[in-house]
């Protein structure tokens, strides 16, 4: 126990951690986004609200969500000490001067990148994590025709069920549940939730790009055979796919819906 205090607020120890923690949200956001994707789907949030109601209640991602918190607040905490201990043993002149021309502008800027992208998470939760939690959001039902597969919806008031609630009447399925789709529909109607969005998801980008790589350098992957992949995954799939996925929801409802 003596000999873990030491490596672990060590500057390799602290650089670990936030390799391991930015991996394991890169991970999530792969997930998330997959499950997110339901918001295109022509159903009245029918696949989506499903989701909301899984990812919330199934035991197995409960756990994984609480791990996911505290990444999340390891990563920034590890991330703003590594800044100011740079900070502080980095001569000015050597910042103003090396430093611009030695690194890229993703890499000299991870801090602000990674406080735009605390705030986009604080305001991410507040509008549909806590509103969910704390029954702010609207209900809604789904009738769908067994014989037919045909499904409607309505919005109605909150009844005496858990969250949600599956009953079958004269050949009918009747879904009862959170509408968390109307709610996200509700705040990107917004113009200026829906420009930080994509502000965020821009910054989001520049960190990945450069975080990504870098995570795998701090834990020694530097073989010539996987440099390439890492790369590759670096720029395409956490620089421009995953970011855009998610700009493209906030820009969808207010363009399209």
Request: net charge positive; with cysteine; hydrophobic share 50%.
């Amino acid at each position: 126990m003596s000999n873990s205090k030491p490596v672990l607020s060590s500057s390799l120890g602290r650089k670990l951690i936030m390799s391991l923690t930015g991996i394991f949200l890169c991970t999530f956001l792969i997930v998330h986004l997959i499950g997110n994707l339901q918001l295109f789907n022509n159903d009245e949030g029918y696949a989506f609200n499903q989701y909301a109601y899984f990812m919330t209640h199934f035991t197995p991602i409960k756990v994984v969500s609480y791990l996911l918190y505290a990444s999340i607040i390891l990563h920034a905490i590890y991330a703003l000490v590594l800044t100011m201990k740079n900070k502080a043993a980095r001569p000015i002149g050597y910042a103003q001067f090396n430093g611009a021309a030695n690194s890229k502008w993703n890499s000299r800027n991870m801090g602000i990148l990674g406080t735009i992208i605390l705030v986009f998470l604080a305001t991410h939760m507040y509008n549909f994590w806590w509103k969910y939690h704390n029954d702010q959001v609207p209900y809604v039902e789904y009738r769908t025709d067994l014989a037919t597969g045909n499904t409607t919806a309505q919005e109605i008031q909150a009844t005496e069920f858990n969250d949600y609630q599956v009953t079958t009447e004269n050949n009918v399925e009747i879904i009862k549940a959170r509408d968390l789709y109307k709610q996200v529909d509700f705040a990107f109607q917004n113009i200026g939730i829906v420009i930080f969005y994509v502000i965020a998801m821009a910054a989001l980008s520049f960190h990945l790009i450069h975080g990504f790589k870098s995570a795998f350098q701090t834990l020694g992957v530097s073989h010539r055979k996987y440099v390439p992949i890492i790369e590759f995954l670096s720029v395409w799939v956490f620089g421009i796919i995953i970011p855009i996925g998610f700009a493209l929801m906030p820009l969808y409802f207010y363009f399209v819906k």
